[in-house]
T-cell receptor, first 109, second 113 residues
Framework: AQTVTQSQPEMSVQEAETVTLSCTYDTSESDYYLFWYKQPPSRQMILVIRQEAYKQQNATENRFSVNFQKAAKSFSLKISDSQLGDAAMYFCAYDDMRFGAGTRLTVKP | SQTIHQWPATLVQPVGSPLSLECTVEGTSNPNLYWYRQAAGRGLQLLFYSVGIGQISSEVPQNLSASRPQDRQFILSSKKLLLSDSGFYLC????????????FGSGTQLSVL
């Protein structure tokens, strides 16, 4: 079965700086999708970014981008120009089924 | 536009009591439906998913069951709650399997005492 590991329970970043959240996964499949979801204090889960495994190009969404290393089974999220509203729990997910334990991101003003 | 409704928002139940959480989706047809549980300080665990009416797949054998009596209705149930059933329950839907993003409900905080 697929597993998703987020090794950083907590991270902090200074406002306007860049932070990278790590995610690794285990699978024997070659075609799959990876996601980063954000859960702010309201607890409403929101999609941040999606990556298709067969695409070599890293996905980007405004200030959010990923570093997808398929061979290494690594899928990190980079947040540039961090804003106070980025403070949240971030979850890495494999397809719709497997979620990591999450990383709590704190943004310091 | 599509919306998802999940209720109640908060629930406190005694051990041994039954449970029924309901989730409905509007504005789409034949969605994939999911129930997740988030234990305190932990990630999401997929409990059940459904690709159609009456079709339920269970990911984790446990004290809970799910049903899909209508296309856009998904119900999570238990006959007798355990203390370990406490957690934050999230319903979600997607347009298709795997490659589609999930749209989440607002969640139900269940406390079993």
């Amino acid at each position: 079965a697929q597993t998703v590991t987020q090794s950083q329970p907590e991270m902090s970043v200074q406002e306007a700086e860049t932070v990278t959240l790590s995610c690794t996964y285990d699978t024997s499949e070659s075609d799959y999708y990876l996601f980063w979801y954000k859960q702010p204090p309201s607890r409403q889960m929101i999609l941040v970014i999606r990556q298709e495994a067969y695409k070599q190009q890293n996905a980007t969404e405004n200030r959010f981008s990923v570093n997808f290393q398929k061979a290494a089974k690594s899928f990190s999220l980079k947040i540039s120009d961090s804003q106070l509203g980025d403070a949240a729990m971030y979850f890495c997910a494999y397809d719709d089924m497997r979620f990591g334990a999450g990383t709590r991101l704190t943004v310091k003003p | 536009s599509q919306t998802i409704h999940q209720w109640p928002a908060t629930l406190v139940q005694p051990v041994g009591s039954p449970l029924s959480l309901e989730c409905t989706v509007e504005g789409t047809s034949n969605p994939n439906l999911y129930w997740y549980r988030q234990a305190a300080g932990r990630g999401l665990q997929l409990l059940f998913y459904s690709v159609g009416i009456g079709q339920i797949s269970s990911e984790v054998p446990q004290n809970l069951s799910a049903s899909r009596p209508q296309d856009r209705q998904f119900i999570l149930s238990s006959k007798k709650l355990l203390l370990s059933d406490s957690g934050f329950y999230l319903c979600a839907w997607s347009l298709g399997p795997r490659n589609e993003k999930l749209f989440f409900g607002s969640g139900t905080q269940l406390s079993v005492l």
